[in-house]
Each structure stands twice: as structure tokens, then as C-alpha cells.
């Protein structure tokens, strides 16, 4: 395991349309994050899993996104009735996380992303 | 409201030189801070990260220097080297690097041979 893996690396669709997209981490790390990227913008943040359970989501994840991770290791997103706006890099995250509660430093891997194109 | 803010959109140096990328930020409740870097079509790869117990950290031809009263760090690269020309962003986390990240939106380094 080289590191993390998105599928596919690009998608074209129309407008309308649903998309998944598929992330596979780290296999030891227990924390999964999805971040989305418009062009000149830095990656903003959408949600996190820790193991299967959803941690946290932002206000930027509409109800038109949903994400999941069923078992704990590969994650989807998936966006249904796709805009034009959802046009971006989507970038999928993972890093380990201590479970003795001690606060444990560790950067996030990201994978190489998909790049969404809504028609 | 960006919470972490990279006023230069770019920077050229000549090879060999220093680079100093800056950032600053405003949320004073962030505790760790990372640099990463970006080549066209992948995705971030991590530089380098400093806590705030710290005002500086090292690697290699890496330096990242955070002065928290000034709410602003830079990262230091010496010497810059042709294969360094890449989009760098900061980003910023409250309690630890695991979660989530909030990020600057990048400076676009070119190292000129």
C-alpha cells in the first residue's frame, strides 16, 4: 500500500446527472477526510469519518452530497442531480489518530483526487 | 471569512537563493499548523508542521517559523532548488493535525535555474 487512491481520476457528466466517486486510504489509518478545491482556492473541507462513523460535515456539503464508509476502510461521495457548480477537484484524505485520547500529531495524506466537470 | 490568508499569489526566486512563503491567520484557537505542496493534476503532498508550543521547526532544507502573537508564520526553504517550483499552501487545525484542515489559498513558487 503506496499511499491513498481515488477512482476515477476524472469525470465528465451533464448536468442532472449522479456521480460517485470512490477514495481508498492508508489501510492503518482510521481517519477519512473529503475535501473539495475550485480553481486559485486552497482545499476546503467537507466531511470526516472516523472508522465508519461520519464526524463531522460542513455547511458546504449540501443535501444533494452524501458520503459513507461502510466498513471502516474505502469511502464514497456521491452527488446526485449534479450542478454546474459542483464543478471542482475532489480530494479524499487519510491519517492514524491515537485511541488512548492523547492528543497525537499526525499529518493527513491526501490521494491524487478526481476532478469533477459538470457539463 | 478566510481564516487562513496567503497574500502573495506567487513568488520567483533564482535557484540557490531563500524562498520565504507567508501566511497569517486569524483564528486564534488553532494549535497546529502544516505546509503542504502541490504539482499539477495530484493531490497535496506534506511538508512540514509545527505546533503551537513551538516558534520552530526544521527539515532538512525546510524551516517553518510561527510567531503566535503575530498570528503568522512562513516556511523557509534554503537552498531552492528548480524541482521546488510548486503551488504551497498553509494550512491550520484546532486540537491536532486529525482533524479537519483549513487552508490558505496557496502561493505559486517558481525557482528559476
Known amino acids: 500500500d503506496t499511499g491513498v487512491s481515488q477512482d476515477p481520476r476524472h469525470k465528465i457528466t451533464k448536468r442532472g446527472q449522479n456521480v460517485t466517486f470512490r477514495c481508498d486510504p492508508i489501510?492503518?489509518?482510521?481517519?477519512l477526510y473529503w475535501y473539495r478545491q475550485t480553481l486559485g482556492q486552497g482545499p476546503e473541507f467537507l466531511t470526516y469519518f472516523q472508522n465508519e462513523a461520519q464526524l463531522e460535515k460542513s455547511r458546504l456539503l449540501s443535501d444533494r452530497f452524501s458520503a459513507e464508509r461502510p466498513k471502516g476502510s474505502f469511502s464514497t461521495l456521491e452527488i446526485q442531480r449534479t450542478e454546474q457548480g459542483d464543478s471542482a477537484m475532489y480530494l479524499c484524505a487519510s491519517s492514524p489518530w491515537g485511541t488512548s485520547g492523547s492528543r497525537v500529531y499526525n499529518e493527513q495524506f491526501f490521494g491524487p483526487g478526481t476532478r469533477l466537470t459538470v457539463l | 471569512d478566510q481564516q487562513v490568508k496567503q497574500n502573495s499569489p506567487s513568488l520567483s526566486v533564482q535557484e540557490g537563493r531563500i524562498s520565504i512563503l507567508n501566511c497569517d491567520y486569524t483564528?486564534?484557537?488553532?494549535?497546529?499548523f502544516l505546509w503542504y505542496k502541490k504539482y499539477p493534476a495530484e493531490g497535496p503532498t506534506f511538508l512540514i508542521s509545527i505546533s503551537s508550543i513551538k516558534d520552530k521547526n526544521e527539515d532538512g532544507r525546510f524551516t517553518v517559523f510561527l510567531n503566535k502573537s503575530a498570528k503568522h508564520l512562513s516556511l523557509h526553504i534554503v537552498p531552492s532548488q528548480p524541482g521546488d517550483s510548486a503551488v504551497y499552501f498553509c494550512a491550520a487545525s484546532v486540537d491536532g493535525a486529525t482533524n479537519k484542515l483549513i487552508f490558505g489559498t496557496g502561493t505559486l513558487l517558481a525557482v528559476q535555474p
Open positions: 489501510s492503518e489509518h482510521n481517519r
Open positions: 483564528n486564534s484557537m488553532f494549535d497546529y
